[in-house]
Structures are given as C-alpha cells and as structure tokens.
C-alpha cells in the first residue's frame, strides 16, 4: 500500500527516496538527538508518493516534458517561459479529493497536538536529491511561513509540488544531468517557532569560507529567518571554537555586529502571512542574542554533526537553520543538511590566489568574502531580471554581476558570472551558498557597490586577503598556485608561521606547520581596534568631540570602551590560537613605535616627537611607565581572556624590545598586577632577542624566561648601527652579515646551555633558504616563517638536514 502520509518522527535517512533529504533529516534527528536535550519542532510529511500521485492524477508528466525539451537552456528567457507555463500547469491542478482530505485531517491533528484549532505552519518542499554529497540543491525549492488553515494549507502545497520545476532547479538538473522525473518532491507541514517575536539563523559546523574543521559559524537576526537567505540583512555573525567549548570554555573566539534593519513577522490579515517591518535602532546596535545561547546553539550543532558522521562513518559538516522561540523562549532546529562545499575538498591540495603589490592599486569598495578567489571582468549592474529583459540588455558571460542582492531565480546568470558582487546579504546568504556551489568569487554585504560601480566598468574582485573582499579599478595581473603539501618534506626542525591577520588564520592552518612563531598585536590593533588605546580610556576628558563622536561609533555593540579594546583584541589573537590549537601560538606584546601609535585615532593627544622612534619608547619600555601602564593592562586583560575564559592555553607571550633585566622585572610587576603571572595556567613568556644586550646578558634573562625568539630585523640594525628606515644605508642591512650571524650563534649556544628553548621569528629565514639553513647547522630548536615562504623553506631545511645526516 503507498504511503502518502507520515508523521515527522516516523521518518528517517533510510526514507530519502520516500520523505526528501530535508524531511529524512528532521525525523532522524526527532528519533535520536531529542534525548540530548535538542528540540524540533513536531509535524507531518506529504510524501513523494503523493507527490506522484498527484501528478498522474492530472496526467502532467507528458505536457510538463513537452514544455522542457522545447527550452533553450543557453538563452535565459527561454528557461523563464518554460518555468513558469511548467509551474502554471501545476498550479491549475486539482488534487484527487481522498488526498486533498487525509492531508486536512493530518492539520487538524497536529493542530490539536498544540491545543490549537487551525495551527501555524512551516510548509516546506524536500527533493529526494537534494542535499547530496556530489550536488547540493538546498534553496532550489519553497518554503511557506505561518500558513494557517486549510485552504491557505493546501494551496502552499500545491506550491511546493510547482518549485520543483523554478528556473533555476530546471536548469540545475539540466547541468547535473538529472531527469526531471526521477527526482521527487515531499513536503513537510512543521509547527512554527515563533523567531517573528524572537531571533533565527543559520549555523556551520565548519567554516565556510576555509574549510577549517573545529569551528561553529553562527549568523543570527531578529524575526523569522527568511531575511538571512535571502540577503535583505547582514546578520551578526558568532564564531565558536569546538575544542575549548567540550572542555566547558566560553569558547566564542569572534563576535560581529550586522545590519539588522529590518525583520520579518507575521502579516496583520489572512492574505498576509508575512511582512517585512523596521527593527527598533537600539535593537540593531545589539547583538541578537546573548553569550549563552551562542554556546547552547553550538553545542547542538557539534552533537548533530557528531550523530551523523557516526551514522556515515565519515566526518559530515552540517549546515543548521535554527530558531529562538520568542514567546516560550525555547531553542529550536528547523532543518539540517550535510555541508556539501569543503567536506568535498581534497585539503592536501591548496590553490593561492595572488595581487602582487595589491596596496599600489585603487580600491573601489570592500564587503565579505566569499571564498578565496579572484574574478575580474566587466560590471553588469542589474536590479532586477525583468528590467534587464525588457531593456535588452543582455548579460554576457565572464561579465561581472554587480546587484543589490539575488534570489534562487538569478543562478542562470551567476553561472555565467566571473565574480559576484552584492549592496547586502551576509556568509549565509543565497548569493554567498551559491557563489560557493559554483566556485565563483563573490563578495556580498558591501553596502553601496550599485553606486560606486559603474556599468560596464572593467574591475577585479578578490577575495583572496581575508575575510574581507575588496574590488578594484581595472582588470589586475594576478597569480594561481597550486601546491600539494602532500608532497613537501618532513622536516626535523619544527617550522613555526608568523601570522599577522587574523582573517587567514584558518586558511592558513592547513599548511603544514609545529605553531605560530610570532602573532603580532600590532596588527590587530591597527585593523580591528584602530584607536589608542589611551584615547578610548581617556577620550571624554580631551574636550574633542570629533574624536569622542569617533569613539562612541566604534564600541557600539559593546559594553564600555575598555571592553571594546579586550574584547576585539581578544577575539583576535583566538582566532590565531584556535587555528593552530593545541601547537603553541607565540603573541608577542604591542610594539608599536611612537610614531605609529600616533597615527591611531587619538594618538596625537598621547604620544611623544622622537628623533628616532626605531630605539626610542617601544616595547618593555612603555608597559611599566606611568604614562602607558594602564593601556598595557589592557593588553594583560586580553592575554588573560583568551587563555582563562576562552581555554586557548596554548598562547605564550613574548616581550619585544627588552633592554635590560630590571626592565624585564618591572613588566613582570605590570603583568602580575593585571592577573598574568608566569607558570600560573602553565603560562610561559618568551623574550624578543633583538637587542645586542639580548645576547651578551643571554645567561642572566635565561633565568627568568621561559624561551628566546630572535627578532633578526633589529638585531641586524642594532648590531650594524644602522637605521633599516633609511634608504641612504639599506645597502648595508643585511641579516647574513657575519656580525649578525656570530651574535645568533652565541645566542644558541647560551640557551642550549641554561636548557631553555631558542627560535627565529624575523623575516632573515623566510627571505633567505641559506640563512634558514644556517640556522639548522647550529640547532636551532625552531624556525617561524611568512606562510608565503613556508614552501621553499621546508625545501631548504630539508636539503640541509639530510646533508647533516650523511656527514
């Protein structure tokens, strides 16, 4: 006997053929993950059978394949007209009257579950091959909200049986080579959580962008979710990382504000089941949800993601709706699908995208990421489908998509687009899942880019520096490599990296790497923080309202000023520790020179004229002075959160610029005082050795140190006397000078004698293969490099090190 009905929990990944990949889903998970505390919403399923059934009864299938073998899938007005007649044919059909009553009867039922006569209800399309692992078709149907009723329930499932024949889902089984007809469709009618009142979103259980496995990305907005997918909003974004969280952490390593302007709720009248409203100013300078529930919702992200890669016996990443019930204030999952983008990737092979001397060119606007590629071509704006057709201007292939957001509708273009470019949307938007599906670079959320982009302008769109995308004037030269780390030796001397933004962090974690050697808080401070530190704790007593005005933009989100600068740069340095858990992650203290401390915004009010900033008040120098010492707690303060709170207990912390023992007592003072002591929590600081001093006073530091980090570029300038500013003497610089290489050398014997570890940070190793080597003839115990130069490095420590062998 056919099944036509079932009720959700009844359902599960064995029933794919009969239920969809959406609805399989959401059963397994009622039958198996409720008992760890995660919540779905109840409900029924209307079966692919009945889907059938449906369509035998209207005698479709002959029409429906007449209208597709007649489009012409290279001419998009073509795949337009051939849609909708299929869907219009649809739409006019009846359902047989015994099918049309048990699925009203099923309502009803489930609407008494919830002591209710007519319930809300999600309606919600399934494919049977939607969802997987070699072709995802996840938003290739509809979903209907707050459907309540009989007549509104049936007329969205009729729907739902028309989406299966959109645009974009005709012309994504053409690419695939699927037939129309053996896909079915199955439809979900699901209890509503009430996010209209509350929040929704979308959650990760691997970065999206990297493919790096141990975080939960979290985008989250106020109201019903359909805003997120569709990219009106730019949603707050959470990252959570999963080791420290298992071991009881408040592990949330990155937090971003949206635009959350606007947000769906239910509609005022029958005809209305949803409408877009304004959200409230002081609600969009506030995160959508609180720290707790960040957590909650990564946890059950991680214990889905576990249940099934037990269940397929591989790792399966999985891509999560969820739901914040604003009456009841309950969690829910709404759907969950296997993530079908990086799980695919092969990680031993890793292709490069390059913009060499990308500082020198005009930059027209930036947004966020997508991916790690670069597109260039020229811009074809377009606001709408219907108006580019009835202009007849005609999008051409390799053309640049520059819109404010997409649908499901434009994926013929985007497949046809060398780079996409969107005014809003967030990572989890439409035109960010596509843009990734199809491997095309797009960069989404930037604003303004219809205004700013001129038609036909010939542009370049990278999405190869970060997070952050940036498009530029003119199609630019740039590099392809591809490397296969498979393939690179193995080398004794552990090769660290130096890693100075945070947004490559995960990117670059799947180089082959023994930790980081050197993270920079400079360069977190410059880009994510970019004020003094002492003008956002002293800025409302300078009577500058300007600054102040500047101030008050920048921390809005968060608590006070001083929570602004720890929290962003504790999010920082997480996101370089997390990347490279558990290996060590070396951060070495704020050494910004006068004279760049007063290019931060208010630094002109706290910083001194030197005649030679390069040896002037840097470094040691500044943490235990009266002037500095209370921006340095801040620094402390940071340290403290990132390994305590956050549980990344693999940060060391080096001191830069350290001239003498007693200075190294006095930061020790400052330290302590701001809750970070050595050997407490296992913490260990390492000291810069740049200074000359350094190494003929090695033995004495040793005894209070934990490790030495040679910083080679101003140990060069130091031990040559010479200013590597100035150009009038660059000839002269050089890290393999003799000079330089003997204090190295008399460095790595004292610290192999007191039994205290020595490395090499400084950019000497990553320029030169043969100072490398040099290096590993007098045992250093580890080398960090540009990620940049890791390749050619590994390469010449390992021709040395088998030289040494021989021998």
Same mark, same amino acid.
């Given at each position: 006997?056919?099944?036509?009905?079932?009720?959700?929990?009844?359902?599960?990944?064995?029933?794919?053929? $009969?239920?969809?990949?959406?609805? =399989?889903?959401?059963?397994?998970?009622?039958?198996?993950?409720?008992?760890?505390?995660?919540?779905?919403?109840?409900?029924?399923?209307?079966?692919?059978?009945?889907?059938?059934?449906?369509?035998?009864?209207?005698? $479709?299938?002959?029409?429906?394949?007449?209208?597709?073998?007649?489009?012409?899938?290279?001419?998009?007005?073509?795949?337009?007209?051939?849609?909708?007649?299929?869907?219009?044919?649809?739409?006019?059909?009846?359902?047989?009257?015994?099918?049309?009553?048990?699925?009203?009867?099923?309502?009803?039922?489930?609407?008494?579950?919830?002591?209710?006569?007519?319930?809300?209800?999600?309606?919600?399309?399934?494919?049977?091959?939607?969802?997987?692992?070699?072709?995802?078709?996840?938003?290739?149907?509809?979903?209907?909200?707050?459907?309540?009723?009989?007549?509104?329930?049936?007329?969205?499932?009729?729907?739902?049986?028309?989406?299966?024949?959109?645009?974009?889902?005709?012309?994504?089984?053409?690419?695939?080579?699927?037939?129309?007809?053996?896909?079915? $469709?199955?439809?979900?009618?699901?209890?509503?959580?009430?996010?209209?009142?509350?929040?929704?979103?979308?959650?990760?259980?691997?970065?999206?962008?990297?493919?790096?496995?141990?975080?939960?990305?979290?985008?989250?907005?106020?109201?019903?979710?359909?805003?997120?997918?569709?990219?009106?909003?730019?949603?707050?974004?959470?990252?959570?990382?999963?080791?420290?969280?298992?071991?009881?952490?408040?592990?949330?390593?990155?937090?971003?504000?949206?635009?959350?302007?606007?947000?769906?709720?239910?509609?005022?009248?029958?005809?209305?089941?949803?409408?877009?409203?304004?959200?409230?100013?002081?609600?969009?300078?506030?995160?959508?949800?609180?720290?707790?529930?960040?957590?909650?919702?990564?946890?059950?992200?991680?214990?889905?993601?576990?249940?099934?890669?037990?269940?397929?016996?591989?790792?399966?990443?999985?891509?999560?709706?969820?739901?914040?019930?604003?009456?009841?204030?309950?969690?829910?999952?709404?759907? =969950?699908?296997?993530?079908?983008?990086?799980?695919?990737?092969?990680?031993?092979?890793?292709?490069?995208?390059?913009?060499?001397? /990308?500082?020198?060119?005009?930059?027209?606007?930036?947004?966020?990421?997508?991916?790690?590629?670069?597109?260039?071509?020229?811009?074809?704006?377009? #606001? /709408?489908?219907?108006?580019?057709?009835?202009?007849?201007?005609?999008?051409?292939?390799?053309?640049?998509?520059?819109?404010?957001?997409?649908?499901?509708?434009?994926?013929?273009?985007?497949?046809?687009?060398?780079?996409?470019?969107?005014?809003?949307?967030?990572?989890?938007?439409?035109?960010?899942?596509?843009?990734?599906?199809?491997?095309?670079?797009?960069?989404?959320?930037?604003?303004?880019?219809?205004?700013?982009?001129?038609?036909?302008?010939?542009?370049?769109?990278?999405?190869?520096?970060?997070?952050?995308?940036?498009?530029?004037?003119?199609?630019?030269?740039?590099?392809? =490599?591809?490397?296969?780390?498979?393939?690179?030796?193995?080398?004794?001397?552990?090769?660290?990296?130096?890693?100075?933004?945070?947004?490559?962090?995960?990117?670059?974690?799947?180089?082959?790497?023994?930790?980081?050697?050197?993270?920079?808080?400079?360069?977190?401070?410059?880009?994510?923080?970019?004020?003094?530190?002492?003008?956002?704790?002293?800025?409302?007593?300078?009577?500058?309202?300007?600054?102040?005005?500047?101030?008050?933009?920048?921390?809005?989100?968060?608590?006070?000023?001083?929570?602004?600068?720890?929290?962003?740069?504790?999010?920082?340095?997480?996101?370089?520790?997390?990347?490279?858990?558990?290996?060590?992650?070396?951060?070495?203290?704020?050494?910004?020179?006068?004279?760049?401390?007063?290019?931060?915004?208010?630094?002109?009010?706290?910083?001194?004229?030197?005649?030679?900033?390069?040896?002037?008040?840097?470094?040691?120098?500044?943490?235990?002075?009266?002037?500095?010492?209370?921006?340095?707690?801040?620094?402390?303060?940071?340290?403290?959160?990132?390994?305590?709170?956050?549980?990344?207990?693999?940060?060391?912390?080096?001191?830069?610029?350290?001239?003498?023992?007693?200075?190294?007592?006095?930061?020790?003072?400052?330290?302590?005082?701001?809750?970070?002591?050595?050997?407490?929590?296992?913490?260990?600081?390492?000291?810069?050795?740049?200074?000359?001093?350094?190494?003929?006073?090695?033995?004495? #530091?040793?005894?209070?140190?934990?490790?030495?980090?040679?910083?080679?570029?101003?140990?060069?300038? $130091?031990?040559?006397?010479?200013?590597?500013?100035?150009?009038?003497?660059?000839?002269?610089?050089?890290?393999?000078?003799?000079?330089?290489?003997?204090?190295?050398?008399?460095?790595?014997?004292?610290?192999?004698?007191?039994?205290?570890?020595?490395?090499?940070?400084?950019?000497?190793?990553?320029?030169?293969?043969?100072?490398?080597? #040099?290096?590993?003839?007098?045992?250093?115990?580890?080398?960090?490099?540009?990620?940049?130069?890791?390749?050619?490095?590994?390469?010449?420590?390992?021709?040395?090190?088998?030289?040494?062998?021989?021998?």
């Amino acid at each position: 006997m056919r099944k036509y009905l079932l009720d959700l929990q009844n359902a599960g990944i064995r029933d794919i053929e $009969l239920v969809g990949g959406k609805n =399989a889903s959401l059963g397994e998970m009622l039958q198996n993950l409720t008992q760890l505390g995660i919540k779905i919403p109840g409900g029924f399923i209307i079966t692919v059978e009945a889907y059938r059934e449906f369509i035998n009864y209207n005698k $479709l299938e002959k029409e429906i394949k007449k209208i597709i073998n007649s489009i012409d899938f290279d001419d998009i007005e073509s795949l337009r007209r051939g849609g909708l007649g299929t869907r219009q044919l649809i739409k006019n059909s009846k359902f047989p009257k015994s099918l049309s009553q048990d699925i009203i009867n099923k309502y009803y039922e489930l609407s008494k579950n919830y002591n209710q006569d007519m319930t809300d209800v999600a309606v919600r399309s399934s494919a049977t091959a939607e969802d997987l692992p070699n072709a995802s078709f996840a938003g290739q149907q509809e979903t209907y909200l707050n459907v309540r009723g009989p007549a509104q329930l049936m007329n969205a499932v009729r729907n739902c049986f028309a989406s299966i024949f959109t645009d974009r889902a005709i012309s994504y089984r053409h690419s695939f080579g699927y037939d129309h007809f053996s896909i079915g $469709l199955s439809v979900c009618v699901q209890k509503m959580v009430r996010s209209d009142l509350g929040t929704s979103g979308v959650a990760f259980s691997i970065d999206t962008e990297s493919g790096f496995k141990d975080a939960v990305i979290i985008n989250g907005s106020y109201g019903l979710g359909e805003m997120i997918v569709q990219g009106s909003v730019s949603p707050d974004e959470f990252i959570v990382f999963k080791p420290t969280l298992k071991k009881g952490f408040n592990s949330i390593i990155e937090k971003k504000l949206g635009v959350k302007d606007i947000m769906m709720v239910y509609g005022d009248d029958p005809d209305e089941r949803v409408k877009t409203i304004p959200v409230e100013k002081n609600l969009q300078n506030r995160y959508c949800i609180k720290d707790e529930r960040i957590l909650q919702l990564a946890d059950w992200v991680i214990k889905i993601e576990k249940y099934y890669s037990d269940l397929k016996g591989c790792w399966c990443p999985m891509d999560v709706e969820w739901a914040e019930d604003g009456i009841s204030k309950e969690l829910f999952i709404v759907q =969950a699908r296997p993530e079908t983008i990086h799980s695919q990737k092969n990680v031993s092979e890793i292709t490069e995208f390059s913009i060499e001397n /990308s500082e020198n060119y005009e930059q027209i606007i930036r947004g966020i990421a997508v991916g790690d590629k670069i597109g260039a071509g020229k811009a074809s704006i377009m #606001f /709408s489908l219907d108006k580019r057709v009835s202009d007849g201007h005609e999008f051409k292939a390799g053309d640049v998509l520059v819109t404010d957001m997409t649908d499901p509708d434009w994926e013929p273009i985007m497949k046809m687009a060398s780079a996409i470019i969107t005014n809003k949307g967030g990572r989890t938007c439409h035109a960010a899942i596509v843009a990734r599906e199809l491997g095309v670079p797009a960069i989404v959320g930037c604003g303004n880019a219809t205004e700013l982009i001129e038609n036909e302008q010939e542009i370049t769109v990278s999405c190869c520096q970060g997070d952050e995308g940036i498009v530029y004037k003119g199609i630019l030269k740039f590099d392809k =490599a591809i490397n296969d780390i498979s393939k690179l030796p193995k080398t004794k001397t552990p090769v660290m990296l130096n890693v100075a933004s945070p947004n490559l962090a995960f990117r670059f974690s799947h180089l082959p790497n023994s930790g980081v050697g050197l993270a920079r808080e400079e360069f977190i401070i410059n880009n994510y923080i970019q004020a003094h530190p002492l003008a956002l704790l002293k800025h409302k007593h300078l009577g500058d309202n300007e600054l102040s005005d500047a101030i008050n933009k920048m921390i809005v989100g968060f608590e006070n000023e001083e929570e602004f600068f720890i929290q962003k740069l504790s999010y920082g340095i997480s996101k370089i520790a997390s990347a490279f858990y558990p290996n060590k992650v070396i951060v070495r203290f704020s050494d910004f020179k006068s004279n760049e401390y007063y290019n931060l915004l208010g630094g002109k009010y706290f910083e001194p004229e030197e005649e030679n900033p390069m040896i002037g008040w840097r470094g040691a120098s500044r943490y235990y002075s009266a002037q500095y010492r209370e921006a340095f707690g801040l620094e402390c303060k940071a340290i403290k959160k990132v390994r305590e709170e956050i549980g990344l207990s693999n940060v060391v912390v080096m001191i830069p610029f350290c001239r003498t023992v007693e200075e190294l007592h006095k930061v020790y003072e400052v330290m302590n005082e701001f809750g970070l002591k050595r050997g407490e929590n296992s913490l260990e600081v390492f000291l810069m050795a740049e200074i000359p001093s350094n190494i003929i006073l090695a033995e004495e #530091f040793a005894k209070y140190i934990d490790g030495f980090s040679i910083g080679s570029n101003d140990l060069t300038q $130091l031990t040559l006397g010479l200013d590597r500013d100035s150009s009038l003497v660059a000839h002269i610089y050089n890290e393999r000078n003799d000079a330089v290489k003997q204090m190295i050398k008399m460095l790595i014997n004292t610290a192999k004698k007191q039994g205290v570890k020595v490395g090499i940070c400084g950019q000497g190793p990553s320029d030169f293969p043969d100072f490398a080597q #040099f290096l590993v003839e007098n045992d250093i115990d580890s080398i960090s490099v540009t990620p940049d130069s890791l390749m050619k490095t590994l390469k010449a420590i390992s021709e040395i090190e088998n030289k040494i062998n021989k021998n």
